[in-house]
């Protein structure tokens, strides 16, 4: 059952960020996922929520969504990710 990774990133620091972006790609492939939105126009319908960049991952199930998440090589990326921007991040499975 595929699971999904849900993010609203506000980048702060453009350059360290791209460092991210540039490199996250092949790790999230490596892991069967694949993006499925990756910034774009938001336009909210209803309540409060207003989302800067929203980013959408695909994976095959919640295994392989947790092995990128806890992936050894993906620490270093996060702790760029963590200096470049405030994010929220939730995973959900699919149906």
Do not use: C
């Not at 620490?75 to 929220?88: T, V, Y």
């Amino acid at each position: 059952m595929a699971a999904y990774l849900l993010v609203d990133i506000e980048v702060t620091d453009p350059n360290a960020y791209e460092e991210y972006r540039a490199q996250v790609p092949a790790l999230i492939a490596a892991h069967g996922g694949r993006y499925l939105v990756r910034g774009g126009a938001v336009e909210v319908l209803e309540g409060t929520w207003e989302p800067k960049r929203t980013v959408v991952l695909e994976f095959p199930d919640m295994v392989s969504l947790r092995a990128f998440w806890e992936d050894p090589a993906y620490l270093p990326l996060r702790a760029i990710r963590e200096r470049a921007a405030m994010s929220n991040l939730v995973a959900v499975q699919g149906i």
